[in-house]
T-cell receptor, first 115, second 115 residues
Framework: EPEVTQTPSHQVTQMGQEVILRCVPI?????FYWYRQILGQKVEFLVS????????KSEIFDDQFSVERPDGSNFTLKIRSTKLEDSAMYFC?????????????FGQGTRLTVV | DAKTTQPPSMDCAEGRAANLPCNHS???????VYWYRQIHSQGPQYIIH???NNETNEMASLIITEDRKSSTLILPHATLRDTAVYYC????????????????FGSGTQLTVLP
């Protein structure tokens, strides 16, 4: 069964460093998402991506964040200068196109720890 | 998207049916009911969705009341592996191409399946 794959599963970084979280969405899916979940809190939407551009973004997704789909298979989230409060689980999701493929499929997440 | 209300926690005996309620009294005509679950900080997993008819798949059944103001997710024979947080999400289906339509997660219901 096709699945969304995220790497690494766990990343530890020093405050102020840049990190790139990687995702391989399900092949032939058209919509891509990043969500995050701070420990003990709700899953929060960060950004959606369609047709090689950002479709929607939340207030959390400020200038320190960026997304890219560099080669048609990977979908990356870059955090330029990490802060302690960026420590969270980051989930990538993808969805097929059309009016019937409305459910999103999530990866297992990357646990980011900023020290 | 309409707001949903779910009980914070429920228990269920292994092998019995788990019935998880969701109230969405402000749902509008073009909004679907989606159910996802999250097993211990793993990525959310899609379960089922529906508009107004009852739906069934290999994982669960979804019963939507005639007035669509509430719904129930039924896991027919709960197992220990069904212990998870279950999220009921109401969302307009992305009928327009390019409409990414992210998911808004609430606090969900913590279902504990007891041996």
């Amino acid at each position: 069964e096709p699945e969304v794959t995220q790497t690494p599963s766990h990343q530890v970084t020093q405050m102020g460093q840049e990190v790139i979280l990687r995702c391989v969405p399900i092949s032939n899916h058209l919509y891509f998402y990043w969500y995050r979940q701070i420990l003990g809190q709700k899953v929060e939407f960060l950004v959606s991506f369609y047709n090689n551009e950002i479709s929607e973004k939340s207030e959390i997704f400020d200038d320190q964040f960026s997304v890219e789909r560099p080669d048609g298979s990977n979908f990356t989230l870059k955090i330029r200068s990490t802060k302690l409060e960026d420590s969270a689980m980051y989930f990538c999701a993808s969805r097929g196109g059309g009016v019937t493929n409305t459910e999103a499929f999530f990866g297992q997440g990357t646990r980011l720890t900023v020290v | 998207d309409a707001k949903t209300t779910q009980p914070p926690s429920m228990d269920c005996a292994e092998g019995r049916a788990a019935n998880l309620p969701c109230n969405h009294s402000t749902i509008s005509g073009n909004e679907y009911v989606y159910w996802y679950r999250q097993i211990h900080s793993q990525g959310p997993q899609y379960i089922i969705h529906g508009l107004k008819n009852n739906e069934t798949n290999e994982m669960a059944s979804l019963i939507i009341t005639e007035d669509r103001k509430s719904s129930t997710l039924i896991l027919p024979h709960a197992t220990l592996r069904d212990t998870a947080v279950y999220y009921c999400i109401v969302r307009v289906a992305p009928l327009i191409s390019g409409s990414a339509r992210q998911l808004t997660f609430g606090s969900g219901t913590q279902l504990t399946v007891l041996p």
